[in-house]
């Protein structure tokens, strides 16, 4: 698919978003599921209209990678349950104390902090077994399933996605350098960033100079995303964001605008997009989405 002009890219990750959301509707289980309380308090989150960037971000992976999109549903699927996992923990009264997300108010205002946490305990783990039941992508070699179930732990874990979560619980203090905010983000949002492209390249047998490639992509566009996020903390619509503005300050928190201003912010976001279109250039047409996508992170409005 090509994703030369906007409206293209538009197209592109609206039919994508439409199989992600085909795919968890189908892959998640059910309210009939018991307990039901739990069941709909991690559907209410996963389907509470986020925009599906990881598991996208997969597709387009595998796509790159020479392969199906559709063959990595299951594992598309699998990241966008850890993804929502994080925001409601990340939402949660001892950690961000956030009322809304996606819009909605957030799943410990609707079901209660307990059951908040274990929805997110759940979507935690029934990523990994999505990852690792054989029922979900059966051609896949068991080895290249276990190292992506391996690169996803570690993302997701204390080496990426948690670890960051809590260098940015960090004293203000040792936290006013722009190192210090690449090292927290690269891990806090990046790394599941990174893992969402490779992953998908890998479970299509990607070769080891793509597998570089989309590594590095992946990494550069998941620090401008997180560049994004802080930009349209200070800058973003509400009404657009489906949450509040201006928390960031807020809570105190080491943003990129205000450590370095908001114009050098754009422009160390806009050098991180062009550099992540440099690491693609050894690959062809079919990285096409993963160029739409990297701009698209940079003009994003939500
Ligand atoms: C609680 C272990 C743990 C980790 C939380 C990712 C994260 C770590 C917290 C989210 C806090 C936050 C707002 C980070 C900024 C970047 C970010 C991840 C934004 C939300 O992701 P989007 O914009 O959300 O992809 P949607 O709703 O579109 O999926």
Redesign the pocket.
Known sequence: MKTGSEDNLENYLSQRRALVEEALERLIPGEENAPSLLFRAMRYSLFA??????PILCLAGAEAAGGDPASVLPAACALECI??Y??I??DLPA??DDDL??GKPTCHKVFGEATAILAGDALLTQAFTLLADPRHMPSLPPLTRVKVIAEIGKAAGPFG??G??VMDMAPPEGRGEVSFLDAMHRR??GA?IRVSVVAGAMLCGGDPMTIKALSSYGERIGLA??IA?DILDVTGDPGEL?KGTGGDRRLGKVTYPAVMGLEASRRRMADLVDGALTDLEGLDERAHPLRGIAKFIMERK?
Do not use: E, P, Y
Request: aromatic residues 4%; positive net charge.
């Open positions: 209209g986020g925009k599906r960037l990881r993804h929502t994080s925001l923990h990340d950690m961000d997300r996606r996605m948690v960051g979560q806090k949002t599941m995303f997180q996020d489906g939500s």
